[in-house]
């Protein structure tokens, strides 16, 4: 059985990488779904279902986030009680299992509408589990850590959401590209999920080597181990104004931040600027590689000037420049204008004849793929439908699909999105430290999980269905859907500049 000393001699290197690394792959389970949103839909939904499909899976995929404050109450309180390193083991097992059984579901052709409800429950499973997970580590990494460097050593849990979509987006390539597009749509999609299985072993394995924190530890040993934290932490007036604190002027905030800069950003590309599923990919992964490493440097940056002004500019930066980058982004993927430059080649149209059931009309379908000089490509299809009554004149409607840019357009887009991940890096990288210095041990774990799960999670995580249905709202824009993650940054922005301290209290010990 390990003692406080023992714990006290354990490598804080160690202690961060084994932390870091389950945390990880938590967020790799929790982020594939979203990553494989458009190919998902199909696969749950009918064939007919057009738009509704995403909606609907974005949905389920935005349940996940919903009852993420849940599991914070329920893993939160058993983390106060019976220690940090079981708690977030079974956080692990939890999360593996719920995501290696997604990539099992039979699709909606094989068991009809048992397909979503099998996948919105084990959704519910993997959001109950994060909810528990962070607040954890977090906490588990921060009572290991000196105090003039929790900033520093906080911030390597907080590179783990990032890289853990960093990972799914790198895994979903890899395979798309090895199996081939119509093979990865039909069943290439459930790869990433099942891989989770040999994942959660490996971190499971590590976990298992951990000690227990040598704060919780030394409070056990005492026994002043609280004996109901959820009381303790939502009751007690001072106790509850601080989770009410770091909720409204931080969490919710940092929450719309984190999942505009990253998530949003490839939704819109892909699915309102029409980009090839890849190049929307592509631009992320390398956006996030240049940006990572100032997770790190924003996280101990702030134990020198402070957490408060560094988290509050990334929002204020982000409420003045999401419109205008989005607004670029529409206007550098227009077709219209790409069709200026000089066609370079085209390929032979595949020409597809669909006869319309219910009008008895026909449905003619001409695909082109163009290549101009400046090195974009895109698919042109041509949809002519022919009506049954002779009277009527045919329709034609010609859209576009699978953009590719020109090279120097692509770079431009992946700085772009690089600056929204780097605003991530603000909000996020000295957050962790923030929120373990605002509660006492006791009740630490609850208390500070409760307000990051509903404001990262609930707030946040709501922002690629919110913004996708506001935009797609009758007499809405491309951009509307932004005004959602900008009026929360505001008003979170608001009351933290008005009620965070900015010196905090660097104790964590009482």
Request: with cysteine.
């Amino acid at each position: 059985m390990s003692t406080p000393k023992d714990n006290v001699t354990q490598s804080i290197t160690k202690v961060i990488a084994a932390s870091s690394l389950g945390t990880l792959i938590e967020w790799y389970d929790f982020y594939i779904f979203g990553s494989l949103a458009v190919i998902i839909g199909h696969q749950l939904f009918p064939s007919d279902a057009g738009a509704s499909a995403l909606i609907n899976t974005l949905a389920i995929f935005a349940a996940g986030f919903i009852v993420r404050p849940f599991g914070a109450l329920v893993f939160g309180r058993l983390g106060d009680l019976i220690g940090r390193k079981y708690t977030f083991l079974l956080t692990l097992v939890l999360m593996g299992g719920s995501t290696f059984l997604i990539g099992l579901i039979p699709s909606y052709s094989s068991i009809g509408y048992a397909a979503p409800i099998l996948v919105l429950i084990l959704r519910l499973v993997q959001g109950l589990a994060l909810g528990g997970e962070y607040g954890g580590a977090a906490t588990y990494v921060a009572e290991h850590a000196p105090a003039g460097k929790r900033g520093f050593f906080t911030s390597w849990i907080q590179t783990t959401a990032t890289l853990g979509l960093f990972l799914s987006l790198g895994v979903i390539v890899a395979t798309k590209n090895i199996l081939g597009a119509p093979a990865f749509a039909d069943w290439g999609w459930r790869i990433p999920f099942l891989l989770s299985i040999l994942l959660v072993g490996v971190s499971i394995y590590i976990r298992m080597k951990m000690h227990e924190s040598p704060v919780f530890s030394k409070l056990k040993a005492e026994g002043k181990i609280s004996a109901n934290p959820l009381k303790e932490s939502f009751q007690k007036k001072a106790n509850f104004k601080m989770v009410l604190l770091a909720l409204f002027g931080a969490t919710m905030g940092q929450g719309v931040i984190w999942y505009t800069g990253q998530f949003y950003a490839q939704s819109f590309l892909e699915n309102t600027c029409k980009l090839d599923f890849n190049e929307s990919r592509y631009i992320l992964l390398w956006a996030i590689l240049f940006a990572t490493p100032f997770f790190v440097i924003f996280g101990s940056w702030s134990d020198k000037v402070g957490r408060k002004w560094i988290m509050l500019s990334g929002m204020l930066f982000g409420i003045i420049f999401y419109r205008p980058i989005y607004q670029y982004f529409i206007d550098a993927t227009d077709v219209g204008e790409f069709q200026k430059t000089e066609l370079k080649s085209s390929s032979a149209p595949v020409v597809t004849r669909e006869f319309l059931a219910e009008k008895a009309d026909s449905l003619i379908t001409t695909t082109t793929v163009k290549t101009l000089n400046n090195g974009s490509t895109f698919k042109e299809i041509k949809a002519v439908t022919l009506h049954a009554d002779e009277t009527l004149p045919p329709t034609e409607k010609i859209s576009f699909a699978d953009v590719t840019l020109p090279n120097s357009t692509f770079w431009i887009i992946v700085a772009l999105v690089f600056f929204q991940v780097l605003l991530v890096t603000m909000v996020y990288g000295p957050i962790a430290a923030f929120l373990v210095e605002l509660f006492p041990t006791q009740i630490r774990y609850t208390s500070m999980s409760l307000p990051y799960h509903i404001g990262n999670g609930v707030f946040g995580g709501l922002v690629p269905f919110i913004a996708t249905l506001v935009a797609s709202f009758q007499g809405s824009t491309p951009l509307s859907g932004l005004w959602y993650p900008i009026g929360i940054a505001s008003l979170s922005f608001v009351i933290g500049a008005v009620y965070i301290n900015n010196k905090g209290d660097r104790d964590v010990t009482d």
